[in-house]
């Protein structure tokens, strides 16, 4: 069975994955919702992300791209984050970093995300895990449709859904 810890409340979560990130030496995979994205930006994820990638690791990510998370998404992009849109996001949430530590969750309830609001995560630093995580992150990054591509579709929709 793989150690690890339970994680309950968001604000515990976004540290975790902080860590992860901050730790992280080649490349950190993430799922997250989007608004969980809005709330790292302000913990300073997105500065740990570029500083990994200033080192010579990769970064990328999988998120549904709304018209009202498309300014978040290009600072992610901006600094050399690889993320990727799906359309019908199931409120799954994971980090993992280096294939050995990672943070993961299933049926986020996009509503409790705030710094407030509880969630039951788990975190783990068994490489078998990640790997497992790792599988399921790169068979939705396959069928996901690149960032830069979603936000050129929302902006041919229209002026009103940016």
């Given amino acids: 069975m793989t150690s690890g810890t339970i994680i309950e409340s968001v604000k515990d979560a976004i540290a975790v994955a902080s860590?992860?990130?901050e730790?992280?030496?080649k490349e950190v995979s993430w799922l997250v919702p989007a608004p969980l994205l809005v709330l790292a930006a302000h913990f300073s994820l997105l500065d740990k992300s570029r500083v990994l990638i200033?080192?010579?690791g990769h970064a990328r990510g999988i998120t549904q791209i709304s018209p009202a998370y498309v300014e978040v998404v290009s600072e992610l992009t901006e600094i050399g984050i690889c993320v990727r849109h799906v359309e019908q996001y199931t409120g799954t949430f994971m980090v993992v970093g280096d294939s050995k530590q990672s943070i993961s969750t299933i049926g986020?309830?996009?509503a409790d995300l705030s710094l407030g609001g509880k969630i039951v995560a788990f975190w783990s630093a068994d490489p078998d895990y990640a790997a497992y995580l790792l599988s399921s992150f790169d068979r939705t990054w396959a069928e996901a449709?690149?960032?830069q591509e979603r936000i050129q579709e929302?902006?041919?929709s229209?002026?009103?859904h940016l």
């Fill in 145 to 147: 449709t690149d960032a």
């Fill in 108 to 110: 986020v309830n996009v």
């Fill in 19 to 21: 860590t992860i990130i």
């Fill in 54 to 56: 200033q080192k010579g």
């Fill in 154 to 156: 929302l902006g041919e």
């Fill in 158 to 160: 229209g002026p009103s």
């Fill in 23 to 25: 730790s992280t030496e």
